[in-house]
């Protein structure tokens, strides 16, 4: 019998990331960063000038985040005892929009931290990705953690029997960020660990909706 499966996102779930990103860009590549609403484009600012970096300077900063600094991302609290006791009920996967040459990095990082599963990589919406990893998997039931209320979306489209918890763990972050649970894409949004495993483990006890 298939067990059941989650595909869980790293970035503001696992790890924090937008904090020392912010760090990072601060202490000593001349950017401020402050999040002011939803959009993560506004927030990157030239400290000399004060003018917006241009879309191609915010992709190549987080570019350079990620082969250089992915030391700096520590784990959100409870995520890593989280993951782990899911993991003894089901299968676990970590879906990451990072560059398919960044997966190998990742699952280093997650493991120095405690967190083995295996890794996969992603750019854009993530439902075609959901499904084709339930197609490898099979598995009896799936459920999708994600920060971002985009890719609930576009899993409840793709497969739309996946129970979809929408968590943001970062708090700089969380409150900026639509809910998908209010938007009908995602079945609930709890933003901490200690109150999103006992939902999560009641959907792997529960099954398939």
Same mark, same amino acid.
């Given at each position: ?17 937008? #904090? ?14 402050e ?14 000038? /004060? ?10 900063? %987080? ?13 959100i /609290?409870g ?6 006791? %899911?993991?003894?009920?089901?299968? #676990?996967?970590? %879906? ?12 280093r *990082? ?46 409840? *489209? ?37 109150? /999103?495993?006992?939902?999560? %483990? ?7 909706r």
């Amino acid at each position: 019998m298939s067990r059941p499966l989650i595909i869980c996102d790293c970035d503001e779930v696992l790890l924090h990331m937008i #904090v020392p990103f912010k760090q990072w860009l601060e202490e000593g590549e001349g950017v401020r960063f402050e999040m002011v609403g939803n959009n993560f484009g506004n927030a990157m600012r030239w400290e000399s000038s /004060a003018e917006l970096l241009e879309p191609k300077e915010v992709w190549h900063f %987080l570019g350079r985040f990620f082969d250089t600094q992915m030391d700096r991302q520590m784990p959100i /609290a409870g995520a890593v005892a989280g993951i782990n006791r %899911l993991a003894e009920a089901a299968d #676990v996967v970590i %879906l990451t929009n990072l560059a398919d040459e960044r997966r190998d990095n990742r699952a280093r *990082q997650l493991a120095d931290h405690g967190i083995t599963s295996r890794v996969f990589t992603n750019q854009g919406p993530k439902g075609p990705a959901i499904r084709s990893i339930i197609e490898e998997y099979a598995p009896s039931h799936s459920l999708f953690i994600d920060d971002l209320p985009q890719h609930h979306e576009s899993a409840a *489209q793709a497969a739309p029997l996946t129970s979809r918890l929408h968590m943001c763990g970062e708090p700089m972050l969380a409150p900026h960020i639509e809910c998908a649970h209010e938007a009908g894409h995602a079945h609930a949004r709890i933003d901490q660990w200690s109150e /999103a495993l006992p939902w999560l %483990l009641e959907e792997l006890e529960n099954g398939p909706r």
